[in-house]
């Protein structure tokens, strides 16, 4: 992080004595996940990128949705990305790994460059498709300038399962699990919040999506699950094939109230296509 130079010309405070500082110190030794305070107004260089979502800028330039790995999601705009010989125009592709860097003491940063890293295979067809139903839950689901390194990973590796053709019914379950996860909305699977006993396989629960899972009872207007379900998916074991249909109507269940009620345009697609 560059500093500023009023930073640089500050005057150093006068020693303390060592025990009133120690603590102070050890606190600033703990690695802390950047947030916006710490970001706004910086340089940043080479840092791990995709593109979720662009628009149109005025005539030649674009804003695009970045998410990266030790920032989150970030806006910038792309100044002249659009004219015919930019060398941004052919890299702000989607589901393309990215090195960038940009400025900025606003919302709205500037991209100053981005390179295309590779080593990832195209999506292709649905895989394709769940592709941007993955950008569309970070961009609706994730608040800017908020760090989560581990979804970061996490995309990365269900951008190439979903190149590899792997299941993909499977490894959106997975990714909708861990982004509730990160976000911090998910509930434990593994204990009954009524009873805080752990879940019982045998049992057929619903999931309270401001509390966790509870057995179901007549009048439960939310999808049931069995307990067994609910423990297959917080380890994420999708063999069985009634966990992952229970698992599909719990997820689109317990999405769309964390939404609060926006819609997922790739979603209804999906679904029309039987994948999701």
Same mark, same amino acid.
């Given at each position: 992080m560059s500093t500023t130079p009023d930073a640089t010309l500050e005057a150093p405070p006068e020693a303390a004595p060592v025990a009133a500082v120690a603590p102070a110190a050890a606190a600033a030794k703990r690695p802390r996940a950047p947030s916006?305070?710490?970001?706004?107004?910086?340089?940043?260089?080479?840092?791990?990128?995709?593109?979720?979502?662009?628009?149109?800028?005025?005539?030649?330039s674009l804003i695009i949705d970045l998410f990266t790995r030790d920032f989150g999601r970030v806006a910038l705009i792309a100044k002249g990305a659009k004219r015919p010989h930019s060398q941004l125009r052919g890299v702000l592709q989607t589901f393309?790994?990215?090195?960038?860097?940009?400025?900025?003491?606003?919302?709205?940063?500037?991209? &100053?460059? #981005?390179?295309?890293?590779?080593? +990832?295979?195209?999506l292709e067809k649905t895989a394709l498709l769940c592709g941007f139903y993955l950008n569309e839950l970070l961009v609706k689901l994730l608040a800017r300038d908020d760090a989560h390194p581990a979804l970061f990973d996490h995309y990365v590796s269900t951008l190439n399962q979903l190149a590899h053709n792997e299941p993909a019914?499977?490894?959106?379950?997975?990714?909708?699990?861990?982004?509730?996860?990160?976000?911090?909305?998910?509930?434990?699977?593994?204990?009954?919040?009524?009873?805080?006993?752990?879940?019982?396989?045998?049992?057929?629960?619903?999931?309270d999506p401001e509390r966790g899972p509870r057995p179901e009872r007549a009048a439960d207007p939310w999808p049931r699950v069995a307990g067994k379900t609910l423990l297959d998916m917080e380890c994420e074991n999708?063999?069985?094939?009634? &966990?992952? #249909?229970?698992?599909?109507?719990? +997820?689109?269940?317990?999405?769309a109230h964390h939404l609060n009620g926006a819609p997922l345009n790739t979603r209804q697609i999906l679904i029309d296509l039987s994948q999701l």
């Open positions: 916006r305070e710490r970001t706004v107004g910086t340089k940043v260089a080479g840092q791990p990128a995709f593109v979720l979502h662009s628009y149109p800028y005025k005539e030649t393309q790994p990215l090195s960038s860097s940009w400025v900025g003491k606003s919302e709205l940063r500037t991209l &100053t460059d #981005a390179e295309w890293i590779g080593g +990832m295979l195209p019914s499977i490894v959106l379950r997975k990714f909708e699990r861990t982004l509730l996860k990160e976000t911090g909305v998910a509930a434990d699977f593994t204990r009954c919040v009524e009873t805080r006993r752990p879940v019982q396989a045998g049992v057929v629960y619903v999931v999708y063999e069985d094939a009634a &966990t992952q #249909a229970q698992s599909k109507q719990l +997820m689109r269940f317990l999405v």
